[in-house]
């Protein structure tokens, strides 16, 4: 069980560039998401899922896609890269969007760095 | 809207002895669920334990306990017998069950925690 994984650890852009950050989970969650971590402003969700086929906007979703086609799978997509996106971005998913606190507990990924030049 | 403070950015322990860390925050609601997630030098978030509002008991997990006040929004955390592994930064983390299918966590900005040999 590997709980939740996340390619790749590190990553350069350019400006312009657009990238794909996977995320998978091999622990038959219902839900998942998508965070950045910036220095001094916490971590910020981004883009969530509540099941297959089903995502939504966090609070900061300008410039990111996402799609969730399976249940293990949640890429976030960077459309054309921007200095500002420079951050630490980390995956979570919780066993199911609501039903008490250990169904709703999110558990992280490793993180992926990326640098945005 | 609800928010979380961590007023301590830093703190130090002596390895064996006990560290307090602080969490507070802001609510309108009556039920909710309170984190603490540890975050060392390999970024990686990790749950250390997690508390439901309506349950006055105190939760613990090993050497981790908090000690939830809810009437004064408070929601430590208590380290026993320090290691060199507790090393990390510490998030106090808040979620409602009421955020519909958000699931959002609203994060504290942590405390760094060293422990000295």
Known sequence: NAGVTQ??????????????????????????????????????LIHYSV??????????????????????????RLLSAAPSQ???????????????LRQETQYFGPGTRLLVL | AQTVTQSQPEMSVQEAETVTLSCTYDTSESDYYLFWYKQPPSRQMILVIRQEAYKQQNATENRFSVNFQKAAKSFSLKISDSQLGDAAMYFCAYRS????????LIWGLGTSLAVNP
């Open chain 1, 7 to 44: 390619t790749p650890k590190f990553q350069v852009l350019k400006t312009g560039q657009s990238m794909t950050l996977q995320c998978a989970q091999d622990m038959n969650h219902e839900y998942m998401s998508w965070y950045r971590q910036d220095p001094g402003m916490g971590l910020r």
């Open chain 1, 51 to 76: 099941g297959a086929g089903i995502t939504d906007q966090g609070e900061v979703p300008n410039g990111y896609n996402v799609s969730r086609s399976t249940t293990e799978d949640f890429p976030l």
């Open chain 1, 86 to 100: 420079t951050s630490v971005y980390f995956c979570a998913s919780s066993l199911r969007a609501s039903g008490g």
């Open chain 2, 97 to 104: 069950p009421n955020a519909g299918n958000n699931r959002k």
